[in-house]
């Protein structure tokens, strides 16, 4: 009797043990306790700006890890310096893969960087997540299901720009600007091929520039003189303030159209603010700068995080921010995974956020990923400068 009883308990205990290792399930770089998330951005180097999105990631999980991590594990966030450099991605990445044993990559920077390792990594079934780039080829879940985007695509805020255009000035004659690269490209083919298809407007002259031009006043010159009463400009950086600036040196005053990529402040303050006035861009992020956003409580929950972790980072860091929220929408997918944290069932989640709202994002704006579609973003809204700050629309656009 005694001996049956040991045997009925030893049994059940068994039984308990595997159901309770049955609702777990882990792939390298998940355990009871731990959740290990590779990244590469370019904290040293041209780039080096945008190594903030490593820095504020990493501070979140750190902060979050001390109030106990995702339902009790840890998340060891470990983000290298790949300097913007392609070969250096691909070291920078195996090494995430294959000595720390990531479960995902996240966030990572820059199309040709990404481009380097995609392979590699849906060969080897590592999710490559939430890309810190618009390329509209990241959104090919049938060739590449493990890799997904991060910010609205290129070609899907190029027709944007083109349906809009089509709807408040439909006899419009177009020049643009572009860099060119798969960048200017993305945007200028997706735009081109909206507007045939609305029928309203014509491309009357384009000018391409190189990343390595000292200047470009010779395409603005040559965009002018082409008659053209609105310009599409598809260009970064340096190039667009050097575009703002030569318009307003010239005199020429056409409907502008910026990229929402370049229409940061210290970009259009390089330019001068009143010249920057006037022109249009997609917005789908809260300003920090903004008055209006100042009580925001995302807006306040940030920059009370910043002061405390970041205090080396400026107060209207849009980077950072809109890095932040990012870190609040893998919190969420990590969470929803559970018990289950294996590759595919991050995916899944990474996947299915259709209807979720980031805290960065403004009202209106959520995420429209599905496993089908991964483009992230398809709602903006088409505001317009008035020299301190965005004139914000009642109403979005959505693709």
């Known amino acids: 009797m005694k001996t049956a009883t040991i045997i009925l308990a030893a049994g059940a205990f068994a039984l308990a043990s595997t159901a309770a290792s049955a609702q777990k399930k882990y792939d390298p770089g998940a355990s009871d306790t731990e959740i290990k998330i590779g990244q590469t951005v370019p904290h040293s180097g041209p780039g080096s700006l945008y190594g903030v999105i490593g820095r504020a990631q990493e501070a979140y ?3 979050l890890n001390e109030k106990g991590g995702i339902n009790g594990r840890k998340i060891t966030f470990m983000t290298l310096d790949d300097s913007y450099s392609a070969p250096k991605t691909v070291e920078a990445t195996r090494k995430l893969v294959e000595q720390d044993e990531v479960l995902a990559m996240w966030g990572s920077l820059g199309t040709a960087p990404q481009s380097a390792v995609q392979k590699y990594l849906n060969q080897k079934k590592i999710p490559q997540l939430h890309l810190n780039t618009g390329a509209g080829r990241w959104n090919n879940p049938k060739d590449f299901p493990w890799t997904t985007p991060g910010l609205p695509l290129y070609p899907t ?40 298809a609305a029928g309203k407007g014509q491309v009357v002259a384009e000018a391409g520039y190189e990343l390595t031009d000292a200047t470009i006043d010779s395409q603005m010159v040559k965009l002018q ?4 009463d609105t310009l599409f400009n598809i260009s970064t950086g340096k190039a667009t303030s050097q575009s703002i600036k030569k318009m307003a040196e010239m005199g020429w005053k056409p409907m502008h159209l910026l990229v929402s990529t370049s229409a940061g402040q210290s970009i259009l303050a390089a330019a001068g603010l009143d010249a920057a006035k006037g022109l249009v861009t997609p917005l789908y992020i ?19 995080f910043r002061e405390k972790h970041l205090p080396n980072v400026a107060a209207d860091n849009s980077i950072a921010f809109i890095s932040w929220s990012a870190a609040h929408t893998l ?22 956020l259709k209807g979720y709202a980031a805290p960065a994002f403004m009202p209106g704006v959520v995420y429209s990923t599905t496993p089908t579609d991964y483009a992230p973003i398809k709602t903006v809204f088409m505001s317009t400068f008035n020299g301190k ?10 693709e």
């Open 225 to 228: 003189s082409s008659g053209a």
């Open 61 to 63: 999980f750190k902060a």
């Open 286 to 304: 809260k300003d920090l700068s903004a008055p209006k956003w100042a009580n925001d409580p995302a807006v306040k929950e940030f920059q009370a």
């Open 331 to 352: 919190h969420r997918i990590l969470e929803k995974c559970g018990d289950e944290l294996t590759h595919e069932n991050v995916l899944k989640q990474a996947t299915n």
């Open 389 to 398: 700050d965005w004139d914000v629309p009642e109403k979005p656009v959505t």
């Open 157 to 196: 805020e190029g027709a944007i720009h083109a349906r809009y255009l089509a709807g408040v000035k439909p006899n419009a004659k177009v020049a643009i600007l572009y860099q060119n690269d798969e960048f200017g490209r993305d945007f200028m083919n997706s735009f081109k091929a909206a507007l045939a």
